[in-house]
């Protein structure tokens, strides 16, 4: 791993307030508000914890917030609570029984409107119709699914039932899906016929079947989706409408404990087989809670529309769980953002109403490269908020996301969090915190957040270092599944005492954090360190570039070399003036030492099914070396392909 004790390349350092009326009707009101809530909550963090924990409802108290030593630590002990019990059974006492629970559109065009107390029966049904299936507390279940309301409710169902769910991407093959049967020992499949996916069907269930040839379960669940003919093995393959549409709508929710483990989620490494987070039910709910209620501002009358898949963490904790907990609508939404045409996303937000949209920097920048003629055929007056999440954003998109989808009205919470964090740990609270685009600024209360050398010494002003989490908070992972060791190598060995999973970062004088990415990501050109989110961020910049990814290659003069992958703008065309044109544009925005040494234009670069760029492939193209580690989350072979063959040409 590189150090990364680093002199970052400072970017520039606009700062926005939010509006006077937002901030005026915000859940924090300033930032000396903040500060007071943050101070107690890190001088007193079982006491901060304790009392967001009891907002919600527990079936029998804990005798102890906290206990262990980090990474080993537990919380909530001897408390027993119930997930879905708080998404629905709580809400529907305090009178939300009739509010939209879910709001869902098909990419065919059809809706559903679905209350508490009509999502709470479906979830009963779900959960009596698995338990006559012979699933039981403790089971694992997989659920592969498109997005649609039944992946909600069977979520929900495993949650109240006690069964740890896997929840497998949709888009993944059939290969990964055994792989993650296998490893997580599950013996219950969730799935559909299919799902909608551009105008197609994406054939799930013909994947199960694929997969369960090498990982065999003992029962499949099938929702009727898209009417497409699947094949059928009697006495493992039940349909839902048979199973569940006949159950019963009552169901009394049990007490589990806190600790009892709610899903596994597997997340992919640079090597090795996907690591499968485990994550438990008392301490995630509280961080899913406490999150969404603070980072989202929320309001009785709010859609919420996180666009993620629930295949992924963020469609865990903030369209399924996060929402649900808060008694807030969630906007759910099938198919892809330009299907039919390229404005499908603002179409919904001003059908639906939405008001707080929250997308990933890698959709923001597809949404630019299309131009802004498709936002603009739409009134998108009712969003109050916007956020981002899944890598760090780069200034431009930032400012074009304010300008053009939020009307300059709307604060962006630009978050920080993992997979394996469970719920969002750097975020402004809108309204007391002050925005600067490409930061996401401070740490949420109770969440203790440092940069540190590779020694752990803390790092003065604007000097790179590790991003690390000093002490522990409720939503933490707690193992890898079957794994122990991996996750205390993986995620403590680095820096001893600390939670560190990868990202590099600096902060600046005024204490706000800039994430610069992967610490792998960091290119050290003849002695100078540069974050390679910065060079993207200045290529990106650019008015012809729609989106870039800076990797490094071996060189022998300088140590390493720049190379950017670089997409144009619709319309552009990539070229040796383009190119020397994007190398002088870099130059002017950082300096000399930043000028990329080669850059390839492509007409869409590498990324994972959850939209991030896997620059991994792209470093080891760049240095010329044999793909390795795991690619089962590629949303696109083919690119790869083409980039490969074109690079050699290049050569």
Not at 302 to 317: K, L, N, Q, R, Y
Not at 347 to 375: Q, S, V
């Amino acid at each position: 791993m590189s150090e990364s004790g680093i002199e970052s390349v400072l970017t520039e350092n606009r700062s926005f307030e939010a509006p006077a009326a937002f901030a005026k009707a915000a859940r924090v009101k300033s930032l000396g508000e903040y500060e007071a809530l943050y101070r107690r909550a890190d001088e007193d963090p079982d006491g901060y914890w304790s009392e967001v924990a009891s907002e919600l409802h527990w079936h029998a108290p804990w005798s102890s917030l906290r206990s262990g030593v980090f990474p080993d630590c537990t919380w909530f002990d001897g408390g027993e609570t119930n997930l879905a019990f708080n998404c629905l059974d709580a809400q529907i006492a305090k009178g939300l029984g009739d509010k939209t629970a879910i709001l869902f559109e098909g990419e065919p065009g059809d809706q559903q409107s679905i209350s508490f107390s009509e999502l709470r029966a479906k979830v009963c049904q779900c959960a009596n119709a698995l338990l006559d299936l012979g699933v039981a507390k403790g089971d694992r279940v997989a659920i592969y699914m498109p997005m649609i309301p039944e992946a909600a409710i069977a979520m929900l169902a495993c949650a109240r039932i006690g069964a740890v769910h896997s929840v497998v991407f949709g888009g993944f093959s059939a290969g990964a899906l055994a792989d993650r049967i296998l490893d997580a020992g599950i013996e219950t499949v969730i799935t559909a016929d299919g799902g909608w996916r551009r105008g197609s069907v994406l054939e799930l269930k013909k994947n199960v079947d694929d997969a369960l040839v090498t990982a065999p379960v003992k029962r499949v669940l099938v929702v009727k989706r898209c009417a497409n003919p699947v094949s059928w093995q009697e006495g493992r393959d039940h349909w839902w409408h048979d199973r569940v549409d006949a159950a019963s709508s009552e169901h009394q929710a049990p007490a589990l404990e806190a600790e009892h483990p709610l899903f596994i989620l597997y997340t992919s490494g640079t090597t090795g087989k996907p690591k499968g987070i485990v994550h438990t039910t008392g301490g995630y709910m509280v961080g899913a809670y406490q999150s969404t209620k603070l980072v989202f501002d929320l309001k009785d009358d709010d859609i919420f529309w996180c666009t993620a898949d629930v295949g992924w963490i963020t469609g865990h904790s903030y369209v399924v769980y996060g929402a649900l907990l808060n008694g807030t609508t969630t906007l759910v939404y099938e198919g892809a953002p330009n299907h039919p045409q390229p404005d499908r996303f603002w179409e919904l937000i001003a059908k639906h109403k939405a008001t707080i949209l929250y997308t990933a920097p890698t959709a923001i920048r597809a949404f630019m490269r299309w131009g802004d003629e498709w936002p603009n055929k739409h009134d998108l007056s009712s969003l109050r908020l916007l956020g981002t999440v899944g890598e760090p954003i780069n200034p431009s998109a930032w400012m074009w996301y304010r300008e053009v989808i939020g009307g300059e009205r709307c604060p962006i919470v630009d978050t920080w969090w993992q997979t394996e964090t469970g719920s969002i740990m750097l975020s402004p609270l809108p309204g007391a915190i002050a925005t600067k685009p490409g930061s996401c600024t401070r740490p949420l209360p109770g969440v203790s957040a440092k940069i540190v050398d590779k020694q752990g010494v803390e790092c003065a002003a604007n000097v790179g270092g590790f991003l690390v989490i000093d002490k522990p908070w409720p939503s933490m992972l707690r193992t890898i599944n079957g794994d122990h060791d991996r996750f205390v190598q993986t995620y403590f060995g680095e820096i001893e005492g600390k939670y560190f999973a990868g990202d590099g970062a600096r902060r600046d004088p005024d204490g706000y954090f800039w994430v610069m990415g992967r610490v792998d990501d960091v290119i050290n050109v003849s002695g100078h360190r540069l974050s390679t989110m910065e060079v993207e961020s200045a290529l990106v910049s650019h008015p012809k570039v729609a989106e870039a990814a800076v990797v490094a290659k071996p060189d022998e003069l300088k140590g390493q070399a720049i190379v950017a992958f670089v997409t144009p703008m619709k319309g552009e065309k990539g070229s040796s003036a383009l190119s020397a044109e994007l190398r002088q544009h870099v130059v002017t925005q950082i300096g000399a030492l930043a000028r990329p040494e080669e850059i390839h234009f492509a007409d869409a670069l590498p990324k994972t099914r959850s939209g991030k760029i896997m620059r991994r492939l792209l470093r080891d193209l760049a240095s010329g070396n044999t793909t390795a580690g795991d690619v089962s989350t590629l949303e696109d072979a083919s690119i790869l392909t083409t980039l490969a063959a074109q690079y050699g040409d290049e050569e």
